[in-house]
């Protein structure tokens, strides 16, 4: 029966495509469409970017149709520039555009944003093979839904190509063509000045959530195309004029705990993936982090701390403490701007007759550390190359474990004079499945075990203990007293997909406002004698680390866009996808909306309007110096206030 009908069904379509071969063309061109804006939609919701929309929301609908424009663009410029073989090139266009999809996808799903340019520029072989589990553990099942059409367009194409079509006429297609072109153009602008689009035009969350990840690529390509062949290296006037303005109106901070730590040496702990949620949390009982809760209790503790990384994650955060400039809008630093001359916290240190290392016991090659520690201006940099492989733990379970790293690290600093040591750790990345069946004799995840959750809260706990490790071998060195001891992390470590644990552990339900105040990392800051255990609610993030330090050490940086946070009046972060949380508010860039930051109520975005674009005004400036390479020659004025 089932035969009998199999070759029913297929002969009455070889019948239809035979007698109507323009009809079903027609058909295919449609289906491959439909099968695309599917496929985009379903990218807006399985990678969570309109998560909290109700479905016929203005941005949903704006989105759809946006993503039907393009398509309907695409459809036109295949049947003008293709002929002869514009079915086998719509194919190709499946193949190609759903890979992309599929990497938008999981990328979103870690970092926020769909897969850039710049990012796709820079992956090299040894970059993938190195973050392999990384990306493979971010594939959902449900996934498959991107193949699905696959073989209904391969089996269309061949009955297709089978029967003799009839050839457009030249009159007949470009019909065709201005037709699909200016019903594509004109929905296209119709939902760009709808969504509001045009005021934010390197929004890159924004313009995915309202305009789709199809519009997303085309101003990402078209931004990539000015930024790379249109753009003079040159430092126009208005450019510099804003960069002096900036500085000028850059207010004065008192000098409070001026030179407190100077003399001391300088240890900086960059702590992969750990979030300011397990700080003081419990979990059955045990503590998740036991070591740094004590430390906290003898140190300077941040609160309000956010981190503020872009595409190039934990290179990022390095980069904002260590330069105190924001990341580049698109693509790492690490890999683009490794040539530019940089007022650096290591340069300021070495000035001072500190010996400056940085520590990382990965491939010196990964993110390009080895060239661009020359630019931030470090004396040493010791990578995986430099380290005995005696011990593994986390990531992949083939990477050096936290304790090892720590151990060896100070074995191979110079001690005996003043020195600035940058680590960076490692054992905590993600995917965390490492620490799946790592047991802990002091701590158990209870109804997390097996969850991404679980083996989170494990790889923070390992984490934690090698830190308490490190800080006990600084006491027995005579290390601990004699400097000044600064960890914070670097990045989110629980994407949206994963936040339905997270929700319930902090006792918190989904909303905009709620996950960026979940996007907390911990800043500690420990000098022996001052301000020891105080909690510090200061809004402030990566950027503000090294003003802070250099405060306390007793000198300046000037270029810094960051603010000491023990001498501001008023607390606040920027983030570099334009999102501002302030004692006042909290400016939720993907959705324009404003609320706020004390209890979450909206209030109306036109009253902070101003403030917001003053605000977002520091980005702009920070971009203008990164991609001119403007402190190459550039002499930076006095503040007028």
């Not at 090139?89 to 710049?118: E, G, K, S």
């Not at 918190?508 to 500690?524: A, F, G, M, N, R």
């Not at 993907?590 to 101003?610: A, F, H, M, P, Q």
Request: overall charge negative; aromatic content about 16%.
């Amino acid at each position: 029966m089932d035969f009998v009908l199999k070759n029913t069904i297929y002969a009455k379509i070889k019948k239809f495509i035979t007698e109507q071969p323009a009809r079903a063309e027609i058909i295919y061109w449609i289906f491959f469409v439909l099968a695309l804006a599917s496929k985009c939609i379903y990218f807006q919701f399985g990678s969570l970017a309109n998560a909290g929309e109700p479905i016929f929301s203005a941005g949903n609908i704006t989105m759809f149709f946006s993503t039907l424009a393009i398509l309907l663009v695409i459809v036109a410029i295949t049947l003008l520039i293709f002929n002869k073989y514009r079915l086998y090139v719509l194919l190709v266009y499946d193949i190609l555009l759903t890979i992309l999809f599929m990497a938008d996808t999981n990328f979103f799903r870690y970092y926020y944003n769909a897969l850039p340019i710049p990012i796709i520029y820079q992956v090299n072989f040894g970059v993938v093979n190195s973050v392999q589990q990384s990306i493979t553990s971010l594939f959902q099942p449900k996934d498959v839904f991107y193949f699905l059409d696959f073989p209904f367009m391969v089996f269309g194409l061949i009955m297709l190509v089978k029967t003799k079509r009839p050839k457009l006429q030249l009159r007949k297609k470009f019909s065709y063509i201005g037709v699909l072109a200016a019903v594509g153009l004109s929905i296209l602008c119709t939902t760009y000045f709808t969504s509001g689009a045009y005021s934010l035009p390197n929004n890159n969350s924004y313009i995915i959530r309202n305009l789709g990840v199809l519009f997303f690529h085309y101003n990402d390509a078209k931004s990539f195309v000015k930024n790379t062949v249109f753009t003079s290296e040159e430092v126009e006037p208005e450019e510099k004029a804003k960069v002096d303005e900036y500085y000028k109106n850059k207010e004065k901070t008192p000098s409070n705990y001026r030179g407190v730590a100077k003399g001391k040496n300088l240890i900086m702990v960059q702590m992969e993936a750990m979030q300011q949620f397990v700080i003081n949390k419990k979990i059955n009982g045990w503590e998740i982090t036991p070591n740094l809760n004590k430390l906290i209790k003898e140190s300077m503790y941040f609160d309000n701390f956010y981190y503020q990384v872009a595409g190039g994650n934990t290179s990022d955060a390095e980069f904002l403490t260590n330069t105190s400039m924001y990341p580049a809008y698109e693509g790492a630093v690490y890999h683009i701007y490794p040539e530019n001359t940089y007022y650096t916290l290591p340069k300021a240190m070495s000035a001072m007759g500190y010996q400056t290392y940085v520590l990382h016991a990965f491939e010196p090659t990964f993110w390009n550390r080895q060239e661009m520690y020359k630019a931030i201006g470090y004396d040493k940099f010791l990578s995986g190359n430099d380290f005995i492989k005696d011990d593994f733990a986390g990531w992949d379970g083939t990477t050096l474990s936290d304790a090892s790293f720590f151990r060896q690290s100070l074995e191979k600093i110079d001690t005996s004079k003043p020195f600035y040591s940058f680590l960076i750790t490692l054992s905590s990345h993600h995917p965390f499945t490492a620490f799946a069946d790592y047991e802990f004799d002091d701590f158990d995840v209870g109804e997390y075990e097996g969850t991404y959750m679980g083996n989170y809260l494990k790889a923070a706990h390992y984490a934690d203990s090698c830190l308490g490790q490190f800080i006990d071998d600084l006491k027995k060195r005579g290390l601990y007293d004699n400097s000044l001891l600064v960890l914070y992390g670097d990045h989110s470590a629980v994407p949206k997909m994963e936040s339905e644990d997270l929700y319930e552990l902090v006792g918190q339900e989904y909303s905009d406002y709620t996950w960026q105040h979940l996007q907390k990392v911990p800043l500690i800051i420990h000098c022996s004698g001052f301000k020891n255990g105080e909690v510090i609610h200061t809004i402030g993030g990566e950027i503000d680390v090294s003003p802070t330090i250099a405060n306390l050490m007793g000198f300046d940086l000037k270029h810094a866009f960051g603010k000491d946070l023990l001498n501001t009046e008023k607390g606040y972060v920027i983030r570099r996808d334009g999102t501002i949380v302030t004692d006042e508010y909290t400016y939720i860039s993907s959705t324009k909306k404003v609320y706020r930051t004390s209890d979450g109520e909206e209030l109306d975005y036109e009253l902070y309007k101003k403030d917001i674009e003053s605000r977002l005004n520091e980005l702009a400036v920070s971009d203008i110096i990164l991609t001119k390479d403007l402190f190459k020659n550039y002499t930076i004025p006095e503040s007028e206030k």
